[in-house]
């Protein structure tokens, strides 16, 4: 049972194959349950530098997301928007395991 109630889903798209010296094998896109929370929020990303973060994306326990991953999300309304990584973190539990993974994206 997640710590929070998971009621949403979004489509997890791994990076594409862009680098012809580094190609990566094909990853096709899955959908995970989570809680999507719309607001703003200055978060420092990858490089040090302060960002705001439009959005968080919280996964039950260790989520396998990476930050090059971008999230589709289709709200209520039928609107759907892709957003991309800027930070993603977890949060532990006292015996130090996973409880929830978030994502902060723009």
Request: aromatic letters at 12%; glycine letters at 6%.
């Amino acid at each position: 049972m997640a710590l929070i109630p998971l009621k949403q889903t979004v489509t997890v798209y791994p990076p594409g194959d862009n680098d012809p010296w580094n190609p990566l094998p094909p990853a096709n896109p899955f959908t995970l349950r989570c809680r999507f929370q719309e607001g703003t929020e200055v978060v420092t990303d990858q490089h040090g530098r302060d960002v705001v973060s439009s959005a968080q994306i919280y996964f039950d326990r260790y989520a396998p997301v990476k930050s090059d991953y971008e999230y589709e999300y289709t709200d209520e309304s039928g609107e759907t928007v892709r957003y991309r990584t800027v930070n993603t973190g977890r949060k532990r539990w006292l015996n130090g395991k996973a409880v929830l993974t978030v994502v902060y994206v723009r």
